[in-house]
C-alpha cells in the first residue's frame, strides 16, 4: 500500500493512500490512537467502502472522492460537522464543477433526485460527559463514476472537472468556514439547502415502519420534522427518506 503525505496546511493533515478497507474505519483507530483534530484520509480506493447500516460503498480506483476527517472539536449537536461537509461538498461541486446539487436529509447530495455523494458519521468513544472525543466524517463523492440508479458530476454535465485532490482541497476552506459560523446561522444555511424541506416523503424508519407526509422543518437537533396525513408531527431521528414530490398542501 502506497502512503503518503498529500498536503500538509496549518489546520488539516492530510494523507492520501492508494488502497484501504474503509478511510473510516481506519480514522476512527487512529483517533483511539491520538491523531490529532482535522486529520484527513483520502483513498484512491476502498476494498470495504461503508454506508450507514453497514451498506457498501462503491467506487473503482481512482475515480471517485473517498475521504474522511477526523474531528477533535466536537459540538453539542454533532450532526453540525456532517452538514459542514456536506455543505462544503455542495458549495464545490457548483462553484468549481457548475454541477446543482440539491441536498436530503440529513446528509445526501443529490442532481435530479439521482444520488451522487454519502455521508457516513461515526463517532469514537465517550468521554465521562457523554461527549464523544472525536467524530470521523466520511464522503464518498461520485465525481466520475456511480452506479446504476445514482448519478456523477461528470455524468450531470459538470463544467470544470476536478480530481479527487482538487475537489477536496477546494472543500477544506469552505468547512474551516462554516464551522465557525454561529450555529443558528450554520442551520441557516443547511436548511436552505435542503430540498427535502417542502417535499412529501417517505421515511423509512429502522424495524421496517415508515412515515409519510410532508416535511416541514429540522430541529436544532438535526431531527427531521414530518407532518403525517393524520396530523401527526413526527421529529424523526434516523432513517432513510424518499423525496416524493413537491407537497402541495
Ligand atoms: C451513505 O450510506 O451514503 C454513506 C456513504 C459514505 C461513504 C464514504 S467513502 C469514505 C468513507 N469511508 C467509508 O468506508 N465510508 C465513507 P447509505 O445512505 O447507507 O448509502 C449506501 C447505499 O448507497 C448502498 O447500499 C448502495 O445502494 C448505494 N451506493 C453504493 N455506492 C454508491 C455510490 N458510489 N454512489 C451512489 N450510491 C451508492
Not at 55 to 71: D, H, K, T
Not at 175 to 186: Q, R, T
Request: with cysteine.
Amino acid at each position: 500500500m502506497r502512503d503518503q503525505k498529500a498536503n500538509q496546511s496549518e489546520n488539516w493533515q492530510i494523507r492520501r493512500v492508494s488502497e484501504t478497507g474503509s478511510t473510516n474505519t481506519d480514522l476512527l483507530a487512529e483517533g483511539a490512537q491520538g491523531a490529532p483534530d482535522r486529520t484527513v484520509l483520502r483513498a484512491d480506493y476502498q476494498s470495504a467502502g461503508r454506508g450507514r447500516l453497514d451498506r457498501a460503498w462503491e467506487a473503482p480506483r481512482g475515480a471517485n472522492l473517498l475521504v474522511s476527517i477526523l474531528f477533535r472539536q466536537v459540538p453539542a449537536h454533532t450532526h453540525v460537522l456532517t452538514q459542514a461537509v456536506a455543505l462544503a461538498a455542495a458549495r464545490v461541486a457548483r462553484e468549481h464543477c457548475g454541477v446543482d446539487v440539491v441536498m436530503k436529509w440529513p446528509n445526501d447530495l443529490l442532481v435530479q433526485n439521482e444520488k451522487v455523494a454519502g455521508i457516513l458519521a461515526q463517532a469514537g468513544p465517550l468521554d465521562t460527559r457523554g461527549v464523544p472525543a472525536f467524530v470521523v466524517v466520511g464522503i464518498g463523492l461520485n465525481l466520475e463514476w456511480a452506479p446504476p440508479g445514482a448519478t456523477s458530476l461528470a455524468a450531470s454535465g459538470w463544467t470544470q472537472s476536478a480530481t479527487p485532490d482538487e475537489f477536496l482541497l477546494s472543500m477544506l476552506p469552505c468547512i474551516d468556514e462554516l464551522l465557525a459560523l454561529p450555529l443558528e446561522e450554520m442551520h441557516e444555511r443547511y436548511v436552505v439547502q435542503l430540498g427535502t424541506v417542502g417535499m412529501r416523503v417517505r421515511a423509512e424508519l429502522p424495524h421496517d415502519q415508515e412515515v409519510v407526509g410532508r416535511a416541514t422543518g429540522v430541529e436544532a437537533d438535526g431531527r427531521l420534522i414530518v407532518l403525517d396525513e393524520c396530523g401527526v408531527t413526527h421529529r424523526i431521528d434516523t432513517a432513510d427518506v424518499v423525496h416524493l414530490r413537491p407537497a402541495v398542501d
